[in-house]
């Protein structure tokens, strides 16, 4: 048995995010609100438009505005190039990102209107549905849509026996020692509430409470960097 | 017909008292009944009914190259249909959401527990592999498909047997079997589902229960280790709800394992 702890190779701690984290607003002049959000090498850009009048009509909600989130990669954003348009994994994210997103926003009013929200990834390298997460969140304060408060993304996870943040792509889906790489995305309010969780591997409840701690915490610093970019848009 | 508010409200007042509609408790599953083997073409098969709720689970192989990340490896296919014979609610054409999301949670909780030992399914490393196809129909929605799905998917592999294949002709023997099984590994994923519905967690809810759930939490355990899991639809959690959906899916996979566990040898 060796007790050997995982090292990160580009010399991380376990607990420290990817360098750079940047994240800009206003992006896209065409947009009623947009950011980017980047991480390490993973970025994503998000544009909302909206809200505005949903069509075809039957798709209208009498009672409130719909959120509508639509992921996808960008054909070069990888290394082997990906088929554009959509797919079954980005299906699934582009859900998962509404369900992240719907819970802090206050769009009862906006009656049969739709809220779209782009987003997609210029860079891949793991981690990209929390990046547009946390680009679509950003974006959507600075379209006015109005909202409790922001959310925050990131992922956690488990090489081997050691919780690490913020997987890049290798530890996320080169790793393949012992027992191997665990991924869980998450997704924060401020106040600390879980608006998204999934996970991909094998972990026991009690680390996947300590993953969940770790992931709190830097989801406050995340935090940070989204307040400060959008202040820092209200300059411009 | 999606169920009323009159009837929304009814069921969380019975919730919040401990009550259901049909006088199961909160954390108590319908009565599980399952039959191996529904069709003789099949691989392996299984049909799981939990209460009014019926899924079909097949098995298919055939002979594929191998993704370039997984040169030695067999590959696993999961897809799901919602036929519209099951529900008024379920229409032809090409997959929604929820057919799409219930195929991928079934391939991730197999995928990631590493059940099936893919790496002895290489005929030759980098050309041939088998293919593993898991099959999900929906036969009858009264609410939970994807705890019916994830059983239906264990007890179909466990009674998958491999085609014959003729390595001269480099084909697949269709409708001849070995009597090797698919390899499995012991650690059995088991996916069960937690709903929040009001201040209550309920497990395996029928229709009605499912659509008033505000979010639920699936995950694929096997004796407290986690494999996967997705929380679904827009309600925050709080961390020390998790928690408890933690505890209460850990309670059940044990229970849900002892029940099965004859069908599983």
């Known amino acids: 048995m060796t007790t050997k702890e995982y090292k990160r190779a580009d010399g991380r701690k376990n607990n420290e995010l990817r360098s750079p984290i940047k994240a800009e607003v206003g992006v896209i002049p065409n947009a009623d609100g947009s950011a980017m959000f980047q991480i390490g090498k993973t970025i994503a850009i998000a544009a909302v438009y909206g809200p505005k009048k949903m069509h075809p009509q039957h798709l209208q909600d009498p009672e409130k505005a719909t959120l509508r989130c639509n992921y996808s990669m960008l054909s070069f954003s990888v290394t082997e190039r990906a088929r554009p348009g959509h797919n079954r994994r980005s299906t699934e994210i582009s859900k998962i990102t509404e369900w992240a997103l719907e819970p802090v926003l206050l769009i009862d009013k906006y009656t049969n209107s739709v809220v779209d929200v782009h987003i997609n990834i210029i860079q891949a390298d793991a981690g990209t549905r929390c990046a547009g997460i946390n680009a679509a969140a950003m974006a959507l304060a600075q379209a006015g849509i109005p909202m409790k408060e922001l959310v925050s993304s990131v992922s956690v996870g488990k090489i081997d026996k050691t919780l690490v943040l913020d997987l890049d792509k290798y530890e996320d889906s080169e790793f393949d020692e012992g027992e191997g790489s665990t991924d869980i995305p998450i997704t924060f309010t401020h106040s600390g509430k879980i608006t998204h969780i999934q996970l991909d591997g094998k972990i026991s409840s009690k680390q996947l409470k300590e993953a969940i701690e770790l992931a709190r915490e830097a989801c406050k610093k995340i935090y940070e960097v989204q307040k400060k970019a959008l202040k820092d848009s209200l300059g411009k | ?265």
Request: glycine share 6%.
């Open chain 2, 1 to 265: 017909m999606e169920t009323t508010k009159l009837t929304e409200e009814r069921i969380k007042k019975y919730l919040e008292k401990g009550k259901r509609f049909d006088s199961r408790k909160l954390d108590e599953f319908r009565e599980i009944v399952i039959e191996k083997n529904i069709s003789k073409n099949a691989e392996g098969s299984a049909r799981v009914k939990i209460g009014k709720t019926d899924v079909l689970v097949g098995v298919k192989m055939d002979v594929g190259v191998p993704y370039p990340d997984s040169q030695n490896k067999g590959n696993l296919i999961v897809s799901a249909e919602l036929l519209p014979l099951s529900s008024p609610r379920f229409e032809n054409g090409p997959p929604k959401f929820p057919a799409i999301e219930l195929g991928r949670v079934i391939d991730r909780g197999i995928r990631e527990s590493k059940f099936i030992e893919l790496e002895k399914l290489c005929i030759k490393e980098g050309e041939k592999v088998w293919n593993i196809y898991i099959d999900i129909y929906s036969i009858n929605d009264d609410g939970n498909l994807v705890d019916a799905a994830g059983l239906g998917a264990i007890i179909a592999l466990k009674n998958s047997r491999i085609p014959k294949y003729d390595e001269k002709e480099e084909k697949v023997l269709f409708g001849e079997w070995t009597n090797k099984n698919i390899p499995l590994s012991k650690e059995t994923p088991i996916t069960i589902t937690v709903h929040k519905i009001g201040k209550t967690f309920v497990i395996d809810p029928d229709k009605e229960e499912e659509d008033i759930s505000e979010t639920r939490v699936t995950m694929s355990t096997s004796d407290g280790v986690i494999f996967s899991m997705q929380k679904g639809d827009k309600c925050e959690l709080e961390v020390e709800e998790l928690y408890k959906i933690l505890d209460l899916v850990e309670k059940t996979e044990r229970e849900i394992f002892k029940k099965i566990a004859g069908f599983l040898e």
